[in-house]
């Protein structure tokens, strides 16, 4: 049998009677953009005709950079190259899959050397095609035929012989419609984040300077050095730390980690890595509730425990505290910036206790106003919190809109319909 044959049989498996498997080829033309060489130096000017790259295929959209464009000279030597409205434009390196569909307003923009144009018929509604090449089905199988013995490189043959599942018109129209809503949606959310951290951001600069005061305080501000509020005490590793008589996953003892920081907000619930007696003995126990913060590689990130847990040299802990514990934790966090500026360099960036100890802050005279102020970017990282979460979960009903619409398993239009309007 024709292994051609059994890639669309193969492909078909599952999909309604109405629905067709074929070779992208079939509805498609391609066209690979031009060598960089095609260019001179000179070509290259700010703010000229932009040249698309993979680096501009951003989530499904061409992001362009006004310092990677050339000139209108050069951009009419490759006309040939121009891109049209429905086009859609898919990078030719790295991550397969990715790509976008031309607006309106990116007309005449070039495709650059890493990049293809995909010009589909009349019987491809682009969008839909665009999010076909975007599945996990669709990636694999790229990945699969694509060659580069260091970063897959994907070539003509290889896009022409995708096998891909082909609803009539209406129904691309309608699958790739509603997918677009969740994006709007997605996007929505995102700018609502981006919103919210800014506001926090700019309630920190007002609240945690006293330029700003809550209703009902009015007493004066101190100024004074970590070190006269707390004792900041580094953390231990066991050495050799890759030994394994430290480590036990059945232990209750947790061991952070940067990385365990890093994805966690305000309070960490877990870690990664738990430690045994032995480890315990050998690191630096602190306990739930503490304060502790980064000092090394990703420096000054702050996060309250909520274990019993171990820190390592890469960590301080905050103990004794002379200070509302949540105002310390904001103030640290409005601090971390500037930790990064005053650390010290050598095969990564790092802090030291001196360094802590000696830095100064202004706060409020009373704990009850220093508990208020913490208490608004608390309710603010809650407010931020809840709607990370409903972009996750929004994402989560994304990836199983598109398993279940672009295999037919859910429809979006009335087969009988579909095919009287094809």
């Known amino acids: 049998m024709n292994p051609k044959q059994d890639d669309k049989e193969s492909a078909a498996e599952g999909i309604p009677e109405d629905w067709e498997v074929v070779s992208l080829g079939e509805r498609a033309n391609f066209k690979t953009g031009p060598f960089g ?8 000017i700010e703010d000229g005709t932009p040249w698309i ?5 951003v989530d499904g959209q061409l992001i362009p950079d006004s310092k990677v464009t050339i000139t209108t000279e050069a951009a009419n030597l490759l006309h040939d190259f121009r891109l049209r409205h429905n086009d859609i434009i898919i990078a030719r390196r790295g991550d397969m899959g990715r790509c976008a569909v031309v607006q309106k ?14 010009r589909c018929t009349s019987q491809m509604v682009p969008s839909f095609v665009q999010r076909i090449l975007g599945s996990p089905r669709a990636v694999a199988d790229l990945e699969n035929a694509s060659v580069g013995s260091t970063m897959n490189n994907l070539n003509q043959r290889v896009l022409s012989d995708l096998k891909i599942q082909c609803p009539p018109l209406p129904e691309q129209e309608a699958i790739a419609e509603a997918l677009a809503d969740v994006d709007a949606l997605l996007a929505a959310l995102d700018k609502l984040i981006a919103k919210k951290r800014a506001i926090k951001q700019a309630a920190m600069q007002q609240l945690l300077t006293g330029k700003t005061r809550l209703p009902g305080f009015t007493g004066e501000w101190k100024t004074r050095r970590i070190g006269e509020l707390a004792s900041v005490t580094r953390g231990a590793s066991p050495r050799p730390i890759d ?3 430290w480590f036990s996953d059945d232990s209750q003892i947790g061991w952070v980690r940067i990385s365990d920081v890093t994805s966690s907000g305000i309070y960490l619930y877990e870690t990664t890595q738990r430690l045994t007696l032995a480890g315990v003995q050998n690191s630096r126990p602190v306990a739930n509730g503490s304060l502790i913060m980064s000092i090394c590689a990703t420096v000054g990130r702050p996060v309250i425990t909520k274990l019993d847990t171990c820190i390592h040299d890469g960590f301080v802990v905050f103990e004794n505290l002379d200070i509302d514990q949540l ?9 971390e910036k500037d930790w990064s500026k005053s650390g010290q360099t050598g095969s990564q960036m790092n802090l030291n206790t001196g360094l802590i100890n000696s830095t100064p802050i202004r706060f409020p005279g009373t704990k009850d106003e220093q508990h208020a102020i913490a208490s608004v970017f608390f309710d603010m990282d809650a407010e931020i919190t809840a709607i990370e979460k409903r972009r996750d979960k929004t994402h989560q009903i994304k990836q199983g809109m598109m398993q279940q619409l672009l295999t037919g398993r859910i429809r979006l239009v009335n087969p009988s319909t579909a095919e009287a309007t094809a």
């Open 53 to 57: 790259n993979p680096i501009h295929i």
């Open 105 to 118: 307003d990116q007309q005449g923009w070039i495709c650059g050397s890493g990049s293809m144009i995909i």
């Open 327 to 335: 105002f310390l934790y904001y103030m640290l966090k409005f601090l």
């Open 243 to 245: 030994n394994p008589i």
């Open 37 to 44: 060489s095609a260019l001179h130096k000179s070509d290259y």
